[in-house]
């Protein structure tokens, strides 16, 4: 099997990973249990578990934490509820629900960008 994609659309497969469907049909769902990748597309077949998202995964969800919790903070700082006690009873469930909640689409972006690119751990098999 060569690793040639023919012009696959990078960001369609994102966007598509987002979903989290299959990169190449769009159709199939890329997870069976939360997070637990398939090994195939139960649409087109197309083996997906070869493609591992390591630490680029805990990296993207952090950076979108990041942001959302500078911004919800700063939101809170401009509105006047910049008490330490209303902090902690926002941000600390905020700080657990939102990964909880990105994680899916996080992988599943993460997991087409690698197949568009045609990036998976068995690149000369
Ligand atoms: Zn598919």
């Keep these: 099997m060569s690793g040639e994609k023919e012009s696959a659309n990078v960001w369609q497969s994102i966007w598509r990973g987002v979903k989290c469907r299959c990169p190449r049909c769009g159709k199939g769902w890329l997870f069976h249990h939360y997070v637990e990748q398939v090994a195939h597309c139960a649409n087109c ?7 591992k998202v390591g630490l680029l995964l805990p ?5 979108i934490m990041i942001h959302i919790l500078a911004f919800v ?3 809170m700082e401009l509105n006047g509820y910049g008490n330490p006690l209303i902090y902690l009873y926002v941000l600390v469930p905020l700080s657990v629900i939102v990964p909880i909640a990105i994680l899916p689409s996080s ?8 197949w568009a690119k045609g990036w998976s751990d068995e690149l000369d098999r």
């Design 59 to 63: 990296l993207v969800v952090i950076t």
């Design 45 to 51: 077949k197309e083996p997906l578990a070869r493609y």
């Design 107 to 114: 992988k599943g972006a993460i997991i087409g960008l690698l």
């Design 73 to 75: 903070m700063l939101e």
